[in-house]
């Protein structure tokens, strides 16, 4: 039973444009929505988070949107650089402080 | 500074083989979270230390897996009887409090493969 969902298993979006990578989650005691980006052999770096009470979060070229109603959230990313290229995780927190992951999306971004 | 580090890289091991992966993390980092990522999965949580202290071991999948952390610092995921259903990509993480559960640093992992 998987409480966050990237259902995208794979987007490509040409360099310049804007990348948008969608997760939806279940369990509406998250507190916490978190991006990760990864690398391949390197571990996963936080990107950007939201909490639970707001609805944006915006830090340079990457947004986080946050629809409580829905359990859907997105990231944006514009404009696309070819070092974006990557692969992305949605995750959740809550109060026993445990993330968890989505399947991630791996971004392709094209020349 | 030095980020998270975890020995060996890569780890290749017969079934019913015993093995041990290592995770240094960062300095002064008190909480430290070990993770087990297979092929087209995200990261699932396996075992979470605050200082020498397991705090949640609740996703340690049965009880072949065991995690110390002695000293509060370096922290070891013992494996034991392993079977080709543990092959996966062990990660670690650390984070200055427990309480900032996102404030996570991870480490590069440690591909296991049983075979």
């Known amino acids: 039973d998987q409480q966050v969902k990237q259902n995208s298993p794979s987007l490509s979006v040409q360099e310049g444009r804007i990348s948008i990578l969608n997760c939806d989650y279940t369990?509406?005691?998250?507190?916490?929505f978190l991006w990760y980006k990864k690398y391949p052999a390197e571990g996963p770096t936080f990107l950007i988070s939201?909490?639970?009470?707001?609805d944006k979060n915006e830090d340079g070229r990457f947004t986080v949107f946050l629809n409580k109603s829905a359990k859907h959230l997105s990231l944006h990313i514009v404009p696309s650089q070819p070092g974006d290229s990557a692969v992305y995780f949605c995750a959740a927190t809550g109060d026993d402080d445990k993330i968890i992951f989505g399947k991630g999306t791996r971004l392709h971004i094209l020349p | 500074g030095a980020g998270v580090s975890q020995t060996p890289s890569n780890k290749v091991t017969e079934k019913g083989k015993y093995v041990e992966l290592r995770c240094d993390p960062i300095s002064g980092h008190t909480a430290l979270y070990w993770y087990r990522q297979s092929l087209g999965q995200g990261p699932e949580f396996l075992i979470y230390f605050q200082g020498t202290g397991a705090a949640d071991d609740s996703g340690l999948p049965n009880d072949r897996f065991f995690a110390v952390r002695p000293e509060g610092s370096v922290s070891t995921l013992k494996i034991q009887r392993t079977e080709r259903g543990d092959s996966a990509v062990y990660l670690c993480?650390?984070?200055?409090?427990?309480?900032?559960?996102?404030?996570?640093?991870f480490g590069p992992g440690t591909r296991l493969t049983v075979t």
């Open positions: 993480a650390s984070s200055p409090s427990g309480t900032s559960a996102y404030e996570q640093y």
């Open positions: 369990n509406s005691m998250f507190d916490y």
């Open positions: 939201i909490s639970s009470i707001k």
